[in-house]
């Protein structure tokens, strides 16, 4: 989990994300929010202030290593993609 994720930078079909080595990571969908994650087993962890609560997700990279499927604990799916770190 963290060689798929730490010190990345990813896209998503309406955001993109930062996660940062200190366990911090920033999410841009139009306004920044700041969020905090973390390895747990084989899962990405994830907890957005004001929340308190982890939410944990499997993740899936596809064969040529461009894409991160993120599956939620209800099923739900994201695709992240690689990219360039942006600022």
Known sequence: VRAALEDRFMRFEISKQWFYKSGKTLSDAGHPSWGNWRPQGAQYC??????????????Y????????????????????????FEK
């Open 46 to 59: 994830s907890q957005w202030p004001p929340q308190s609560v982890w939410v944990c997700y499997d993740l």
């Open 61 to 84: 990279l596809n064969p040529d290593g461009t894409v991160l499927r993120f599956v939620g604990p209800g099923g739900d799916e994201s695709d992240g993609t690689y990219g360039p």
